[in-house]
């Protein structure tokens, strides 16, 4: 069916941020809405694909048609459900915000302010795209870079260091592109070093550009 190129594979997006708790009544967390994530899992199912959404906390409605859902707060927790649904997918998108850092322990009980200031130490959290590129096997990799600086230079080398099939470069700085905005302004650059560049365009229609260069990819695989 040329109207459904995915039909009967199975994806895996991540979309969103992640919440790192420091008490039970606080978190760190980003400005991640989640809008092109979603797109990209809707888009995949219109074309056929059997997805599943793994997606931190965000105010918009799941797409219809998925596979499965997973709702986790934090990256230690998308972590563990990406683990648990790699070997089930075929194609793996990750356009989720992942915090980098999350608070050392969380404490028991709220904080209570104090005299002074108040250090919070972080540490990292694990990389759960450059996991996957670890064990990629054969499938298809996909990843996303907000940059503000050295663009190209920055894409390339999280393209080569996370063993991506393509990366989506996102210049963040630009007016109307990025977190929380309804257009986005991006690159693709492909571990052929073939780059395209688009124009500002709504989240959905970079959700089409996305597919159309994963039913391209799965298409020179077979
Ligand atoms: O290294 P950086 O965070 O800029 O790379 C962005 C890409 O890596 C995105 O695709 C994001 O979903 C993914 N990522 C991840 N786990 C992290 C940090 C980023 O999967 N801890």
Redesign the pocket.
């Known amino acids: 069916n040329p109207h459904k190129p995915l039909a009967g594979k199975t994806v895996l997006v991540?979309a969103g941020p992640t919440q790192e708790s420091l008490d039970p009544v606080r978190y760190l967390t980003n400005h991640s809405t989640g809008k092109m994530g979603y797109a990209i899992a809707k888009k995949a199912v219109d074309l056929g694909a059997r997805v599943t959404l793994v997606s931190g906390p965000v105010n918009i409605e799941k797409p219809a048609g998925l596979e499965k859902f997973i709702g986790i707060k934090s990256?230690v927790e998308m972590f563990e459900a990406v683990k648990g649904e790699l070997d089930n997918n075929e194609i793996v998108i990750?356009?989720?915000a992942?915090a980098?850092y999350r608070p050392i322990s969380v404490a028991d009980n709220k904080i209570k302010k104090k005299e002074g200031n108040l250090n919070i130490e972080l540490e990292r959290?694990?990389?759960?795209?450059k996991y996957i590129g670890e064990h990629k096997g054969d499938k298809i990799l996909v990843?996303?870079?907000?940059e503000t600086e050295n663009i190209l230079y920055n894409g390339k080398r999280?393209l080569e260091s996370?063993n991506l099939d393509f990366i989506v470069i996102n210049n963040v700085k630009e007016a109307d592109a990025g977190f929380g905005f309804d257009t986005n302004i991006v690159v693709f650059l492909d571990k052929n070093d073939v780059q395209k560049e688009f124009g500002k365009m709504l989240k959905e229609e970079v959700a089409g550009e996305i597919l159309k260069k994963i039913v391209e990819l799965t298409a020179e695989k077979q």
């Open positions: 991540t990256a990750k356009s989720a992942v980098d959290n694990p990389d759960i795209l990843g996303f870079a907000a999280k996370k």
